[in-house]
């Protein structure tokens, strides 16, 4: 899976923040070098973010609109699909950190509800720009329930 997503933000106030952003994506099921069934999809999609608080915890909410153009096999099809997410990242001790989200995606046609994620995960902040993150994800798509370990560094860039 090859992903790049470039996008523009908005901070409408503390709270929050429009996106509008573009994704290509290079996706092969195989990972059989002779058999060429990838799929190529140009995402584009708007988004509205907002951030709370309740007692001492933070929390996240981000709902997606997107518009999936697949190219897969000579066949073109356009998905949209609006998504909502709700996380917490909870900071312990300055560099330690959990993070604990779910994120439900509903389709406008087919399937309504096709895809779930919740994931858990502990992140150690290095400095500003490197995190290493270690956590589950239980993923629900196409009728199935699939466990995932996931180890993730993230780089910060930009502002």
Known sequence: LFIIYTGINYKLNNNWTAN?????????????PDINPNT??????EQISYKTRQFIIPF??????EHRNLYSMEKYSLINR???RLKTKVPFKNKIYVNISNES?????????SENRFYS????????TITLE??????YINKQHLNRLQIGLLLKTGY
């Open 134 to 139: 270690i956590g589950y994800l239980n993923q």
């Open 82 to 84: 609006i998504r909502y």
């Open 105 to 113: 995606f509903f389709n406008f046609k087919g399937n309504l509800y």
């Open 20 to 32: 509008v952003s573009y994704g290509y994506l290079d996706i092969d099921r195989t990972f059989d």
């Open 121 to 128: 995960a502990l992140g150690f902040k290095f400095n500003k």
């Open 60 to 65: 996240f909410h981000r709902i997606r609109l």
């Open 40 to 45: 190529i999809e140009h995402r584009v999609y």
